[in-house]
């Protein structure tokens, strides 16, 4: 197959690049050899044509320092692109964002497939000023109205986005698959797709399967630095009263974003005592990650909103127990067993949670039910099963009764 892939942000990227890039690179890199990938990405200042972990990127927009002024410049050049090369390809899969309007289904006719990795709804109205706001609410909302083929991160957001957005039927029947898996043909019936669904996760490396946890001194945040996204201002706020009980026990915090230099400003507003009990590790990749996972006490998600986070799956391997916010994509977690949530955006509770966590004497098996539990979800079985699919989109098939899991 000839693919072309819509990616926002890619290796490199100024602005940081987070599960959508990591998802993207994880599963191309294991389909290269056997297919024609081409990346076409947002351009970044310093960004130039070429491969990056032998894939064929090509970058289209304008070099700004400005995250909204490079989002709707790369929308129109992507849609320019694809309007003039879009024949070139076999298939075409766009990452969906509402910031980024290109609508390919006015004028592309080869097979087409949204890649929806997660529904934000009435929360950008908490995020951003209300006209911006207001825009993005509504090309999240009305967009996916023109596309006919599917890949969606969980069923949770399959949920949100079709049955609050795209269905007719004010009751629609239940999603199937234990909150990651969602049986395509209901979906059809009630927004009457003509293409293809599938829910198809996030993955981890099979390496981190075989690593031996230990516990250090620490607990860990890893994922993107998105202060109000990710919830890293309650996480700063909890930590603070956490101290106050554990004084001997650090926070770790590891990742890169957009707010990064906004977030380090905060934590220099921090008292002395608790900033030196805080590290903050920027971007981490390869064995440093695995390591730093690897001797965490556990791993905290304090996120607001969520789709299926790869950092959290990548904890789950490590052996490691989580404590999470209580939001419908994590809601597997307290269900396996794997660790323990918190009221959201409240950092009273996710503080007791952080304490009941470290005190708790089944912190051990949490992390490895939750071990057990993420085994099947390898980047290798993930690659294949999205083959899968890009050749049933190909073939125009409609895969009615696809496994429950992998």
């Known amino acids: 197959m000839k693919i072309l892939h819509l990616l926002y942000e890619s290796k490199g990227d100024y602005f940081g690049i987070g599960g959508v890039g990591i998802r993207a690179y994880e599963i191309y890199g294991r389909l290269k050899d056997r297919h024609d990938i081409t990346l076409l990405c947002k351009k970044y200042p310093g960004a130039k044509d070429g491969e990056i972990e032998g894939l064929r990127h090509l970058f289209v927009g304008t070099e700004s320092k400005s995250l909204a002024k490079t989002l709707l410049s790369y929308a129109y050049h992507s849609a320019v692109f694809v309007k003039q090369h879009g024949e070139d390809f076999d298939i075409i899969i766009e990452e969906f964002s509402p910031a980024i309007p290109t609508f390919l289904h006015a004028f592309i006719k080869k097979p087409l497939i949204l890649q929806v990795q997660g529904y934000t709804g009435t929360l950008y109205f908490k995020k951003y000023n209300l006209a911006y706001a207001s ?6 909302s009305l967009r996916p109205r023109f596309y006919d083929n599917f890949i969606f991160i969980s069923s949770e957001t399959a949920k949100k986005l079709l049955s609050e957005n795209l269905s007719p039927s004010p009751s629609p029947p239940p999603l199937e698959g234990g909150g990651l898996y969602v049986s395509p043909h209901p979906l059809r019936e009630r927004v009457r797709v003509r293409g293809c669904i599938e829910v198809i996760p996030n993955g981890i490396s099979p390496e981190l399967l075989e690593t031996s946890p230990e516990e250090g001194d620490y607990i ?39 707010d990064r230099e906004l977030f380090k400003a905060e934590l220099m507003k921090l008292p002395d005592n608790i900033r030196r009990n805080i590290e903050f590790l920027g971007w981490v990749s390869g064995n440093k990650k695995r390591e730093i996972i690897r001797r965490a006490l556990y791993a905290v998600f304090p996120s607001r909103h969520e789709t299926q986070g790869i950092a959290i799956l990548e904890a789950m391997a490590c052996g490691k127990a989580v404590v999470v916010s209580e939001i419908p994509n994590f809601s597997y977690i307290t269900t396996i067993r794997a660790g323990i949530s918190f009221k959201t955006g409240d950092a009273l509770s996710l503080a007791q949670a952080m304490k009941d966590l470290i005190t708790s004497n089944e912190r051990k098996e949490m992390g490895q039910r939750g071990r057990d539990w993420v085994k099947d979800y390898t980047w290798d079985r993930i690659a294949l099963r999205y083959e899968k699919f890009l050749r049933e989109v190909l073939e125009g098939k409609k895969s009615e009764n696809p496994p429950a899991h992998l």
């Open 135 to 140: 825009i993005l609410y509504s090309l999240e």
């Open 220 to 258: 860990l945040y890893i994922g993107r630095i998105d202060i109000y996204g990710k919830g890293l201002d309650i996480l700063i706020k909890a930590y603070k009263e956490f101290y106050k009980s554990f004084p001997d026990i650090r926070l770790v915090i590891a990742g890169d974003g957009r």
